[in-house]
């Protein structure tokens, strides 16, 4: 095989003498790239296409675990193989349904190791993602790529996930409730909340998680089995939820939803979150206000009503004393838009200081850059205030 023909593969490992080894024993096969602490990896990640990862765990500045958490909220489904000397039992539940090919243990069987890599490859190759096609009247591509994933409560297999090409689009948080999304030159426009929440189109689970679904139908449910039981017992609630469902139901398909498919996805995705709560999910109350939030985006004739709702499922976030900070920042934001929509300015002031005090003793290295997005935009509607305070109709 021609050196150019070789799959890339990245390989995450602080010890540059294992590195070192790791790369002359797998550069027979592969095209070999090294990143030495999480940062690095992360900012290659963001940057590059690689055809697989193998990931140490314990790493300078940024562990192995956000690293994989940050790879999958890029919506990139690269194979994963994790290198590490911790028990397999103890590395297992952490990972789960975050789409890891396999666990190996140090000292490493570089054999296994290799066959691990081109199975991961070979199979990714097969599902691979499918790059959204180029609009033959326009010449211009969508801003998204289309994957599949496996739906945890039902086992089917063909959840439409629509992920976001980032240089295809951008992002604007000045109105506050919501992002409004403008297309970039050469790409058709497309409004990334449209399908911002997957939904499984035959039992009707919906979520805008990407890890409450599964890359495969082998991966393991990673929260409680009860809520696991309680998702599956209201299917019927939540088939009773979509007007004349079908068992397969198409519309969950169209990256171009119309405006009552949106609505019944946010529904949808806020009583599922009841479920996640349920499972002690991190996050789980903020997902339920996101959900409510953009449903009074939607419904401006009761917006008031849908905030007021929204805002109960934040302060119920912040009163879990193990929020994690990722989590709390993005509740925070939130919980200052909604203060604002509401004109209560006052109780805002408030939650700006408790952000403030949040980050006071953080060290900058120590801020993830999701954290750091969020921040900006708690500055950036802070500066710009809602807008006119009147949501903008979506679709």
Request: net charge neutral.
């Amino acid at each position: 095989m021609a050196y150019s023909d070789k799959p890339v593969i990245l390989v995450v490992e602080d010890s540059r003498v294992l590195a070192k080894v790791i790369e002359q024993r797998l550069s027979p096969f592969f095209r070999v790239e090294m990143a030495y602490d999480g940062e690095e990896a992360t900012r290659v990640l963001e940057s590059n296409t690689f055809s697989a990862v193998v990931l140490d765990l314990v790493l300078p500045k940024m562990d192995g675990f956000e690293v994989l958490h940050r790879l999958r909220n890029l919506g990139k489904q690269i194979p994963v193989v994790i290198a590490t000397a911790k028990p397999r039992q103890v590395v297992e539940p952490d990972v789960a349904g975050l789409g890891v090919e396999a666990i190996l243990s140090k000292p490493l069987d570089f054999g296994l190791l290799t066959d691990m890599l081109q199975q991961a490859i070979a199979k990714s190759t097969i599902m691979k993602v499918e790059e959204a096609e180029i609009n033959k009247a326009t010449g211009k591509k969508y801003p998204f790529r289309i994957a599949r994933k496996c739906c945890f409560i039902c086992g089917y297999e063909q959840v439409p996930v629509f992920l976001p090409i980032k240089e295809g689009f951008n992002e604007d948080w000045n109105r506050g409730s919501f992002p409004q999304y403008h297309s970039r030159n050469g790409y058709e426009d497309w409004d990334m909340l449209k399908t911002m929440v997957m939904v499984c189109p035959y039992c009707f689970f919906a979520s805008a998680d990407p890890s409450d679904f599964a890359d495969n139908k082998d991966a393991s449910y990673p929260y409680s089995e009860e809520s696991k039981k309680i998702l599956a017992r209201s299917i019927s609630i939540r088939k009773r939820l979509v007007p004349e469902a079908l068992d397969v139901d198409p519309r969950f398909d169209h990256p171009h939803r119309d405006r009552d498919t949106v609505v019944i996805s946010l529904v949808l995705a806020e009583k599922c979150s009841n479920g996640l709560i349920l499972a002690g999910k991190p996050g789980a109350y903020c997902q339920a206000g996101i959900y409510t939030t953009l449903q009074g985006a939607l419904n401006t004739w009761a917006s008031e009503k849908f905030y007021r709702e929204g805002l109960v499922s934040f302060e119920n976030q912040l009163k879990h004393k193990d929020t994690p900070r990722r989590v709390l920042v993005q509740t925070y934001f939130f919980c200052i838009v909604l203060n604002m929509q509401l004109n209560r300015t006052i109780v805002g002031r408030d939650i700006m200081r408790k952000v403030e005090e949040l980050y006071a003793d953080a060290r900058y290295e120590e801020i993830s850059e999701e954290e750091r997005e969020w921040l900006m935009r708690i500055n950036m509607v802070w500066k710009n205030g809602c807008g006119s305070g009147v949501p903008r109709d979506i679709v």
